[in-house]
Each structure stands twice: as C-alpha cells, then as structure tokens.
C-alpha cells in the first residue's frame, strides 16, 4: 500500500527566503507525481506535475524535482512571497489502471513579510 | 471556461441521515474522483467514475456511494452519516482513461464541507 510522507508539517519562513518542501513515498512504482496547493478552506490548485520518466519540472519561481528510485521529490520555491502562504499537497499516482491519487497530509508554509 | 463546480458549498445533516454532494465536471472531462478530506487525516481518495461506470473505490463502506449521470456530472451520496464523516469533500475530473504513461492532471473543485452533528 503506497503511502505518502511530508516533511516538515509547518514551515514559516521571512519573505524572500528560498525554501524546500520535501515529500516521500513507499512505493517507487509510481506513473507521475504531483504538487498541489490548498488555500485555507478551498480546494487543490495543481503547481507541477511530473512524470516517472522525468528528473524535474519548473513553472516560474517553482521547482519540482523527483528520484524514484530512492521515493523521493522536493518542491524548491524561489524568493518567497506573503502569497505563497498555503498547504502544500504532495500526490502520486500508482497507476496499475487506477487513476486515483495518494496524497500526504501536506506541509502548511507561512510567508511573514 | 468553467472549472469543475460542486454544490452545495456547506451542508449540515443530523446522525443517520443522508447527504446528496453534486459535481459537474471541467467540459471534455469524463473522469470524476471523489475525495475526503478530513481532520488530521489528510486527503482519502473515495470513489472514481469514468464514462458512467463506477471505475475503483476507496477503503470506506458501502453507505458511501455514488454514480455518474450521461453528461459525466456526478453524485456522492452518504447513507446513515455518523459524526466521523464530517470533512470537506472534493471532487476533481480528468480526461478519461489514458495510455500507461500520459499526463492525467486532475482538476479539483472548490469542495463541499459536510458537517454531521
């Protein structure tokens, strides 16, 4: 059974701050791997997705990397901003015909200005 | 274009009853999953439909249930709601099923918050 770790729960950082979301899985073998936020009573805005083929992905200030093989990826996000304050969600798909993901329990950052 | 869209936005039910979620997909989408979120829990996948068919299920009972309509809407419906079911619910839709290796983003709604008392 896939199960799906983040670390660390909360983060706060001061803004401007580069900073490393980590996330890790049990099961490496994994169809893709995706990155979500979730603002405070909403739902799931996808940041990145990553395939199991590929090492790493980058939208704006924003880079997802992924090591299967060692059940590992990290969400870098560059020059923090009081807007980046969110839980972010880390999610796999297992594939084996299914589509559904797993998902951590998510990292809460706070930006301080 | 729209987004996916789920109704209502909050929903209060007693022990035992029944609560009806409602989730009309992103227009082309004909996969819709169903997830619990709650407290401390985390996010649970609960059921996914695809071309109307009820497609894989979580580890939850049989009183969660749901279908998907012809214009791949779909329904949650919990039977017999005990004080643990209280959490938001999100339903997400995708493109339908993919070659082994394709990109499958799922797109999620804004949820709906069910609370039991």
């Not at chain 2, 209280?86 to 493109?95: D, E, I, R």
Request: proline share 5%; aromatic share 10%; net charge neutral.
């Amino acid at each position: 059974k896939q199960e799906v770790t983040q670390i660390p729960a909360a983060l706060s950082v001061p803004e401007g701050e580069n900073l490393v979301l980590n996330c890790s899985f049990t099961d490496s073998a994994i169809y893709n791997l995706q990155w979500f936020r979730q603002d405070p009573g909403k739902g799931l805005t996808s940041l990145l997705l990553i395939q199991s083929s590929q090492r790493e992905q980058t939208s704006g200030r924003l880079n997802a990397s992924l090591d299967k093989s060692s059940g590992r990826s990290t969400l870098y996000i560059a020059a923090s901003q009081p807007g980046d304050s969110a839980t972010y969600l880390c999610a796999v798909n297992s594939g084996a015909g299914s589509y559904q993901l797993t998902f951590g329990k998510g990292t809460k950052l706070s930006v301080i200005p | 274009e729209a987004g996916v869209t789920q109704s209502p936005t909050h929903l209060i039910k007693t022990r035992g009853q029944q609560a009806t979620l409602r989730c009309s997909p992103i227009s082309g989408h004909t996969s819709v999953y169903w997830y619990q979120q709650a407290l401390g829990l985390g996010l649970q996948f609960l059921l996914w439909y695809d071309e109307g068919e009820e497609r894989n299920r979580g580890n939850f009972p049989p009183r969660f249930s749901g279908r998907q309509f012809p214009n791949y809407s779909s329904e949650l419906n919990v039977n017999a709601l005990e004080l643990e079911d209280s959490a938001l619910y999100l339903c997400a839709s995708s493109l339908g099923s993919l070659p082994v290796g394709a990109k499958n983003i799922q797109y999620f709604g804004a949820g709906t918050r069910l609370s039991v008392l």
